[in-house]
């Protein structure tokens, strides 16, 4: 491989499902210069190249190239961007949506990009989808000033569209083999930009509504648009999978006075009346406000979901308006979980679709058609319908690059983007300062608008390529006069912001390491980078017939979740994913790495104290001891559980239907802690949200951060509906059972199913509005189907968040049965939180014992049962999260809820509020002050702290929260 001009290592492929097993030549190269001179060698090798921005499992496009033995080339290099007030845009071939719109507000200019934010603008061009002023200012393509490209041969072209709108036109084709390494556009000035604005509602979906509605706006109102409006409506799968309809206007000049915006307004009021299925509100954004709002409400792409993701994108001549809807409304209601009926229920097929007005005047439609890995003959049946439907139309036209303005013409010779000069010494990575245009999107995290800025504004935020990049970071950090702060992130949801941290923090983000390998020889011997999200993990999982416990949020990375024990629903039949860790590698505070074996596993130990090692970071204190690069799992296999099934519901709330599961969880922890009478193989989680439709109106500015100066935010009120929305429901119950088959007996699965059966039947309440409810799954289920359906792909925003609101949040635990009193106040509290308009609730609970209570135990040399792991609290019988999300102003009504909610905890437990674990830490997080509240005993923290010394010896890993070497906390003084 020395023909390459850069290092070149060589991978396995990542989990090739139903493929032979290969290794792929992998290069960084930093420079289009470079990636052409990589080209040019590979081709003398008889390889293609193939670029990727991300792990293999995230560009499928990619994947049949690589199990065909391509060069890849990674190119998470080519990440700088540049925008100036005069709209002049620069970015690199691996900036997203959501950096490039970050930048843009910021700068206070204007791009009409389309809501696909985890997207590289390069595969948003080649998606074709359509942006929310494409008529007002025109589609993202049509603002391309220039772009690079590498030709096939390692040419390397400098493309203008006046001259080469071909070549460009190819090279974001996805057929394509050149490769695009940056791209030059034009956005609307800061001088431009306020003059244009964007409104948004939210409608609830319902067949016979969304029908009227889309009929009502495209066949009638649509006939009024000026070349200064443009509509969006978009169609998609709110919280648990209830469908909603959003709508979008456009436009350019005063909004109150826009009569296509009154226009809109006035169909949603006939269409809606004085029955509550709408917000009642169009929020409108002003000037540069409007940019994130394309992107606030949209999904999280093709990043989020575990499902083969077709994007679909045709157009209607008008003329064919009103019977194109109803046939496109058909598929859409059943794509969507409901019918004529309004009846919801649960579809494997699901689809989000966009319908808009274009330039020429006609009915574009885009829809991500996501279909199941294991698709059944009806889920192909329906994907067929929804495909053939849009199959009747044509695909766009090339984008006519004429319609620029002569000012818009590129330089002769583009300028190249310069790749900055890292300031870490033998740092490969990108590395991103406090006034650097990406500083705010790569330093953004989970935690970022609910705590101080001081606190979430590290002095440098860098991304490591690989364990040597690590090691110099670590260098750096020890190099100032007062030592940095290293703090690993692998994807930054640390819920008290612990991921981050001040100007004396350097973090070291994890993106880069979330490739998904097999053991060739034992194919549930599985190996994952630490970025890697629960949503790609779990679909791998499942294509291989494997799985391991983990959780529900989609992008949570790995990394963290397993240093922080790894919870999720098989707590009781399998315990933590911790319990499931065959080895990883870490790099350590003197910068060197090492592969920490579980104790029993042959193999070679480059560490002395490795059972040590492995004891404090799988549950000791995440991030404590060094930095996790992969984790290798020992994965439960399918075939050894043939009969494990479950029962996953989705229910309208209702206050008697939250107090009939509490009952049940109640009557549960009384069998666990009464010698754990409950059956070992059955798992119960329950979850209570707050219904939020107006978020989809209010977008990712209702919370309490300040906005650019100059930019306007208002409510335009829909007159005739009422303030108040009785009959939308006030949220949603989720109620999940697990089976997990110890001992493969189908009778124990049937009786145990019917069990889950009669619970539901317990739950659903008859009431004047009928309650909504409808199952997900009901019976025999694959262990690792059930684990990839618990992931929630639905309903979270781009972030992974179920609201995109500030919060205050809590995680308690306790070793005794819930008492009456405590059912009683805590059903009443949460029925409070869930009516109040100026919060949001999450409540989740979970049930421990059994493998929860007896995981992560091996015999001891005197034949007793001893940990090898250091996680506390797994005597626990349940664990409870509340958290409460607040709008705007309102973080005082978040805090008193959780006051009540500690009074409450402190009346009936024992043990109060002491009961708390490491991933859901709240409140005060000096641990000096609460390590009792995490930790079973002063023994086991002494036992870490005396670990800590060990491997990080100058605390080069520190936050407030870490476990604190013995000479800065002294816990027996």
């Not at 439907?389 to 818009?408: G, H, W």
């Not at 330089?411 to 300031?423: C, D, G, R, S």
């Not at 102003?889 to 959780?898: L, P, R, S, T, W």
Request: net charge negative.
């Amino acid at each position: 491989m020395s023909h390459f001009p850069c290092p070149v290592s060589i991978e396995p492929n990542f989990l090739p499902v139903g493929s032979s097993f290969g290794h792929n030549a992998v290069v960084r190269p930093t420079s289009t210069n470079a990636l052409s001179a990589c080209i040019i060698a590979a081709s003398k090798l008889g390889k293609q190249v193939v670029p990727e921005f991300g792990a293999p499992a995230y560009n499928p496009a990619t994947i049949s190239q690589r199990l065909a033995g391509a060069v890849v080339a990674k190119l998470d290099a080519f990440n700088s961007l540049h925008v100036s007030p005069d709209g002049t845009v620069v970015i690199g071939a691996a900036v997203t949506i959501a950096a490039l719109v970050s930048a843009a507000r910021h700068a206070r200019i204007l791009l009409p990009v389309p809501d696909l934010p985890h997207e590289t603008v390069v595969d948003a061009l080649k998606s074709g989808v359509q942006s929310h002023f494409s008529r007002t200012i025109g589609t993202l393509h049509s603002r391309l000033t220039a772009a690079t490209i590498v030709q096939p041969d390692g040419a390397i072209v400098h493309a203008a569209p006046e001259t080469d709108a071909a070549l460009i036109d190819d090279a974001l084709s996805h057929s394509s083999t050149a490769i695009v390494t940056s791209l030059f556009f034009r956005a609307i000035p800061t001088a431009e930009a306020a003059e244009y604005w964007l409104a948004r509602t939210a409608v609830m979906y319902h067949s016979e509504t969304a029908l009227r509605l889309l009929t009502d706006l495209f066949a009638t109102v649509a006939k009024t648009i000026t070349d200064q409006s443009d509509i969006l409506v978009h169609t998609k799968a709110a919280m648990y999978n209830i469908p909603v309809i959003v709508v979008y206007v456009s436009g350019k000049g005063e909004h109150s006075s826009d009569a296509f915006l009154h226009a809109v307004k006035d169909a949603v009021l006939r269409v809606t009346g004085n029955s509550p299925q709408s917000t009642g509100v169009f929020k409108v954004f002003k000037g540069a406000a409007a940019g994130p709002e394309t992107i606030a409400s949209g999904e999280m792409g093709r990043l989020q979901y575990g499902k083969e993701a077709v994007l679909l994108h045709h157009t209607f001549p008008m003329a064919q308006v009103e019977s194109a809807i109803q046939d496109i409304s058909v598929v859409v209601d059943e794509t969507l979980g409901t019918n004529a009926e309004g009846e919801l229920f649960s579809v494997a097929v699901s689809s989000s679709t966009r319908i808009s007005i274009n330039k020429e005047g006609e009915l574009e439609l885009s829809a991500f058609l996501f279909k199941p890995t294991f698709p059944s003959q009806t889920d192909k049946e329906v994907a067929s319908r929804f495909q053939e439907t849009i199959s009747m139309c044509r695909f766009p036209e090339t984008p006519d690059f004429s319609t620029l303005q002569a000012n818009f013409a590129p330089p002769v010779v583009p300028p190249t983007i310069k790749v900055k000069e890292n300031l870490i010494p033998n740092f490969k990575g990108n590395v991103y300062m406090q006034g650097d245009v990406l500083y705010e999107d790569r330093a953004y995290q989970y935690a970022t608008t609910s705590y101080p800025a001081q606190d979430m504004t590290p002095y440098m935020v860098a991304f490591p390529f690989d364990e040597e990049d690590i090691a110099a970071a670590i260098a750096f950090a020890k190099s100032f006069p007062q030592q940095k702060n290293v703090v690993g992130r692998s994807g930054g949801h640390q819920y008290s912001g612990l991921s981050s941290g001040g100007n004396e923090t350097i973090v070291l983000s994890m993106d880069y390491f979330r490739d998904v390998i097999a053991d060739p020889n034992n194919f549930h011997i599985i190996t994952a980078g630490v970025g890697v999200r629960l949503t790609h993990i779990a679909d791998e999982f499942d294509k291989a017939g494997v799985t391991v416990p983990h959780g529900e949020c989609p992008l949570v990375a790995i990394g963290g979740h397993t240093q922080s024990g790894g919870y999720g629903h098989l707590l009781r039949s399998y315990g933590l994913i911790i319990d499931h860790v065959r080895s990883f590698r870490i790099v350590v505070g003197d910068g060197s790495a090492h592969e920490i074996l579980k104790p029993g596993v042959v193999g070679t130990r480059s560490l002395p104290n490795n059972d040590d090692v492995y004891f404090a970071v799988l549950g000791g204190g995440p991030s404590s001891f060094g930095i996790l690069t992969t984790i290798t799992y020992d994965t439960i296999k399918n075939v050894d559980h043939p009969y494990s099934g479950g029962l996953m519901a989705t229910l309208t709330y209702k206050k008697k239907s939250f107090r009939a599961i509490m009952e049940e969880l109640q009557a549960r922890t009384v069998k666990i802690c009464d010698g754990d009478t409950l059956q070992a193989d059955s798992d119960m989680m329950a979850s209570a949200l707050s219904f939020d439709l107006r978020g989809f109106a209010e977008g990712s500015m209702s919370t309490d951060q300040p906005e650019p100066e100059g930019d306007a935010i208002m409510e335009f009120p829909i007159m005739g509906l009422p303030p108040d929305l009785p009959f939308l429901p006030d949220g949603i119950l989720l109620l999940e059972l697990v089976y997990g088959d110890h001992d493969a007996s189908e009778d124990t699965m049937n009786s145990t199913i019917d069990s889950f059966n009669k619970l539901y039947e317990k739950v659903k309440v008859k009431t004047i509005i009928p309650q909504i409810s409808f199952t997900s799954f009901n019976g025999k289920k694959l262990l690792s189907s059930m684990s990839n359906d618990f992931v929630r792909r639905f309903g979270t925003g781009k972030e992974g968040r179920e609201f995109q609101y500030p919060y205050e949040k809590r995680l308690n635990g306790s070793f005794v049965p819930l008492t009456d009193g405590f059912v009683t106040g805590f059903v009443n509290l949460c029925s409070d939180v869930i009516k109040d308009e100026k919060v949001r609730l999450v409540f989740q609970v979970g049930l421990g014992g059994s493998q929860h209570l007896n995981g992560g135990m091996q015999k001891a040399a005197d034949g007793s049962k001893v940990s090898i792991t250091g996680c506390s609290r797994r005597k626990c019988s349940i664990l409870i999260v509340f958290d409460v999300f607040y709008t705007a102003g309102n973080q005082e009504v978040a805090k008193q809820y959780q006051v009540a909610m500690g009074e409450l905890l402190d009346r009936e437990f024992p043990e109060g509020q002491a009961v708390r674990l490491l991933w859901g830490c709240y409140g005060d997080t000096d641990i000096k002050n609460v390590w009792d509240y995490y930790y079973d005993n002063p023994q086991l923290y002494s036992k870490l702290q005396g670990i800590k010394e060990d491997v990080d010896p100058k605390d080069v890993f520190h936050t407030r929260f870490n476990v604190q070497l013995p000479s800065q906390h002294n816990i027996s003084s």
